[in-house]
């Protein structure tokens, strides 16, 4: 049977979209303010979701970006605060030596940091970095 020859018993509707269920978190929710930094806002939100799973503390001088706070969330990734301080002094390492973008190995995992922006871009583990190639980099820092 071809699907020009069927035949729908019943009309179809749009869609309407969801309504807040009665007791739901967002029922009553306030949206971010405006202005507010969409790393802060996420880091907030992934928090919430996960008491357990924290997003990393800052570094001082280091920020994470969205995507970053994202994949290490996604990989199931934790900083102690051991290791923030290693990625912070590798960052200031890159920065002696005039690198804009550096890849930081760390243990198992790696770090695209903007040197310049002092942000980490992007963050992978070693399984989930097999076969993969690294671009735009200028150097690697390894600790």
Not at 39 to 53: C, I, N, Q
Not at 109 to 133: H, P
Request: proline fraction near 8%.
């Amino acid at each position: 049977m071809r699907p020009e020859e069927l035949e729908l018993s019943t009309r179809l509707q749009p869609l309407k979209p969801p309504q807040p269920v009665k007791g739901s978190r967002t029922q009553g929710a306030h949206p971010p303010e405006k202005g507010a930094a969409f790393s802060k806002v996420l880091a907030g939100e992934l928090a919430s979701k996960s008491p357990e799973a924290k997003p990393p503390v800052s570094v001082p001088g280091v920020e994470f970006s969205a995507h970053a706070l994202t994949r290490l969330q996604e990989r199931n990734v934790t900083l102690s605060p051991h290791n923030l301080e290693r990625l912070g002094k590798a960052v200031h390492l890159a920065e002696q030596k005039g690198s804009v973008n550096t890849l930081v190995m760390m243990d198992d995992t790696a770090f695209i940091v903007s040197v310049k922006n002092k942000k980490v871009v992007t963050a992978i583990t070693k399984d989930a970095a097999v076969e993969n190639v690294f671009t735009q980099i200028d150097s690697a820092t390894i600790v």
